[in-house]
C-alpha cells in the first residue's frame, strides 16, 4: 500500500485555501481561490486520471469538514459522486462517531501510527490538503509520492505546504499545462523511506538529468522514470561521510554522519 499526497501549491510553497476565497481565512489569509485562475482541460484530464486509480482517502479534520461543507451540496457532478463512494480516513482527535459524510471512517488513536499498520493492506491513501497531516506522515517516512501542482504564483504569505520538513525526492514524471501549473510527480526510494542508506539519485549527477520532453494537446509531458528509477542503488552509510554531506533520510530532517 501507498500513500500519496496531491497538493496545490504556490511557487513559494503557500497551499493555503486553494480553491475558494472563505475557504480558509486563518491568520488573516487574504488570497483564497488563487489556484482557480489556472483550471484547464490539461490539468482536468490528469487529475481525472489520478481519481480513476481508485484507493481510499486520507484527510485532516478541517480538510474533511471543509470538503463535506461544499460537496455534497452542489448540484450533480462526477467529482461528488467519487468523493461520496470513495471510502474516506479521517484523522482528528476532535472528531467522534458516527461521521456526518457516509463512507468516512474516523482514525483510531494517533493518524501517524494507524497509518503506519494501515500501510501493512493493499488499498493505497491519497490525501488531499490535510497539511498538517502530510508533514506529521512525511517526517515518519510514511509519504511514499508527492503530486504536486505547482502554480506560477508568489503570494509571500500562507501557511505553507513544508514547513519543518527536510526533503530529498526523487523526479520521476511532469505535466505542463496551458495555464504554466507543472505537475510534478515526486517519489521516494524505500532505502530513503527507510532512512536506512542514502540514494544515489540525490547526487548532483543525478540532479543535472533532464528527460527528453514532448509537446501534445498544448501540453509539454515528461515520460514517466518511476518503473527504473524505484530500482536506484543505495550508497554505504560511509560515502555519505564525504562531503558535500547529502539528506540522508527523504522527507526526515536527518543527515548522513
Not at 509520492?145 to 504564483?153: F, G, K, M, Q, Y
Request: aromatic share 4%.
Amino acid at each position: 500500500m501507498e500513500v500519496v499526497a496531491v497538493e496545490s501549491v504556490t511557487l513559494d510553497g503557500v497551499m493555503q485555501a486553494p480553491g475558494r476565497p472563505d475557504e480558509d481565512e486563518r491568520g488573516g489569509f487574504a488570497h483564497g481561490g488563487w489556484a482557480v485562475p489556472y483550471n484547464d482541460p490539461v490539468m482536468g484530464r490528469a487529475m481525472g486520471a489520478r481519481m480513476a486509480r481508485g484507493g481510499a482517502l486520507l484527510l485532516g479534520r478541517r480538510t474533511y469538514e471543509d470538503l463535506h461543507g461544499h460537496w455534497p451540496r452542489q448540484p450533480p457532478n462526477p467529482f461528488t459522486e467519487k468523493l461520496t463512494r470513495t471510502t474516506k480516513y479521517v484523522a482528528s482527535t476532535t472528531l467522534r462517531e458516527p461521521l456526518p459524510w457516509e463512507n468516512s471512517v474516523l482514525l483510531d488513536g494517533d493518524a501517524v501510527a494507524a497509518v503506519r499498520r494501515m500501510k501493512a493492506g493493499d488499498e493505497d491513501l491519497g490525501i488531499i490538503g490535510s497539511g498538517a497531516l502530510v508533514r506529521a506522515l512525511a517526517r515518519a517516512g510514511l509519504v511514499d509520492e508527492l503530486l504536486l501542482l505547482v502554480h506560477p504564483l508568489v503570494l509571500g504569505t500562507g501557511q505553507r505546504l513544508f514547513g519543518g520538513v527536510d526533503a530529498a525526492l526523487r523526479l520521476v514524471d511532469t505535466l505542463t499545462t496551458t495555464k504554466g501549473v507543472i505537475i510534478a510527480t515526486y517519489r521516494t526510494s524505500e532505502e530513503e523511506r527507510r532512512g536506512s542508506t542514502c540514494s544515489a539519485s540525490t547526487s548532483p549527477r543525478a540532479t543535472r538529468r533532464h528527460p527528453r520532453s514532448s509537446s501534445r494537446s498544448g501540453a509539454t509531458s515528461t515520460p514517466s522514470t518511476a518503473t527504473s528509477q524505484r530500482r536506484a542503488r543505495g550508497c554505504s552509510p560511509a560515502a555519505c561521510t564525504r562531503p558535500p554531506r547529502r539528506p540522508c533520510c527523504a522527507l526526515r530532517a536527518t543527515t548522513c554522519s
